[in-house]
C-alpha cells in the first residue's frame, strides 16, 4: 500500500515558551522538532509497512527550515520526503487542510501513483487544534477514523483499532482514507548511524500547489496561563483534626 504521513515541525514541547513584547510566542530560539503525534504516525505506518509492504512518504508545509525534519523522518522509516512550498500567512486548520488536500492530489500526479492511507497526527503540540484529519478528510472525500493506535490489512480493508474513554473499538474501513494517530502503546524508533548517512543522501522535492488558502480565524491574542498557586498543607495532632479543619476551610471559603 502506499501511506503518506503528513508532518508538521513544531518548537520543541519539552522547552517553555515565553512571549515577546509584542505578545507573539518566542520560538526562534527553541529547537524545531517533528511533531509528536505525527512521530507516532510515522512509526505506526513504518511498521504497517515492514509487516505487508509498501511505500511510506511524508510531507510537510515549508520551506527550506522543515528539511532537517524531513530528513529525520527518512532516517526512521519513511522511503520519500516531500516539502510543499505555499505560503500560508497565519494558518489556521481550515486553509492548512486546504493545501494539504491540494498536495494529496499533486503528489499522486508527481508520482503517478494513488495513496491508500493519509495518515496525520491527532494534533499538533504547539496549538493543539486537533481538526486537520477530520478537515482533510471532508475535502478528500475519503472516510476517516480519529483516536487510531493501529490498523493492518483484512479481507480487502483495514481494520483499525480505535481507543475511546471505555476502551477500544475494532472498525472496518475501505481505501483510501484518512487515520488520525494517537499516542500507541510503544514509541517512535531512534535513528541509527547508518540510517541518518542514507537519508543525507535521499532528494526531498519541493512542490507548490499553486493553492491561495485563506485562513478565516484569526488570533485576537496569546497569554500564559496562569500559575497555580501553591496549595495549603494541613497537618493537625490527628486525622480527625484535619479533616474537621479542611472541612471548615471549606465551609469558610464557601465551597460546601
Known sequence: MEILVCVKQVPDADVEVKLNA???PNVDSIA??????????LEMATRFKEANGGTVVVMSIGSDNVKD??????????????????????????????????????????????????????????FACGQISQELSEKLG?????????????????????????GYNMLEIGTPCVLGIIKPDYEPRYPTMKSKMAARKKDIPVVET???????????????PAKKSAGVKIKEE?????????FAMLVDAKVL
Not at 238 to 246: I, Q, R, Y
Request: proline content about 2%; glycine content about 8%; some cysteine.
Open 32 to 41: 524545531p522538532v517533528v511533531n509528536a503525534f505525527d512521530g507516532y504516525a
Open 142 to 166: 475519503y472516510g476517516e477514523v480519529v483516536d487510531v493506535i493501529g490498523f493492518e490489512p483484512k479481507d480487502g480493508v483495514l481494520s483499525v483499532k480505535k481507543e475511546t474513554e471505555e
Open 210 to 224: 499553486g493553492v491561495n488558502a485563506a485562513s478565516p480565524v484569526k488570533v485576537v491574542k496569546v497569554y500564559t
Open 22 to 24: 509584542d505578545g507573539k
Open 69 to 126: 525534519s524531513m530528513k529525520n523522518c527518512l532516517a526512521v522509516g519513511a522511503d520519500e520526503a516531500y516539502i510543499i512550498s505555499d505560503v500560508i500567512a497565519d494558518a489556521d486548520t481550515l486553509a492548512t487542510s486546504e493545501v494539504l488536500a491540494a498536495a494529496v492530489a499533486k503528489l499522486e500526479e508527481v508520482r503517478g501513483k494513488k495513496f491508500d492511507i493519509v495518515c496525520c497526527g491527532k494534533e499538533s503540540t504547539d
Open 238 to 246: 490527628t486525622n480527625e483534626e484535619s479533616a474537621l479543619k479542611a
